[in-house]
């Protein structure tokens, strides 16, 4: 089993996940007025969704997952 989605409440979902996507080198999927939506593609037929859905007030309490980039 492997994650799928990464959902990160956004004040501006497109500015947060355009940064992620050009980051990471991920393709867009959604863009609209709920959110932004990024896939990352992993080895082999895996990948890992980045979602940004509009929230208006997100929580700002430290993270429950600290996710380490690189190799």
Same mark, same amino acid.
């Given at each position: 089993?492997?994650? *799928?989605?990464?959902? !990160?409440? #956004? *004040? @501006? =979902?497109?500015?947060?996940?355009?940064?992620?996507? $050009? /980051?990471?080198?991920?393709?867009?999927? $959604?863009?609209? #007025?709920?959110?932004?939506? $990024?896939? +990352?593609? /992993? #080895?082999? =037929?895996?990948? /890992?969704? +980045?979602? !940004? =859905? #509009?929230?208006?007030? =997100?929580?700002?309490?430290?993270?429950?997952?600290? /996710?380490?980039?690189? @190799?």
């Amino acid at each position: 089993m492997y994650w *799928e989605n990464i959902v !990160f409440d #956004a *004040e @501006s =979902p497109k500015q947060q996940g355009e940064f992620w996507e $050009t /980051l990471l080198k991920c393709q867009m999927l $959604t863009d609209n #007025a709920d959110g932004y939506e $990024t896939r +990352l593609q /992993l #080895a082999g =037929p895996r990948y /890992l969704d +980045l979602c !940004f =859905p #509009a929230v208006r007030n =997100p929580d700002r309490a430290q993270q429950r997952v600290h /996710l380490i980039l690189g @190799s």
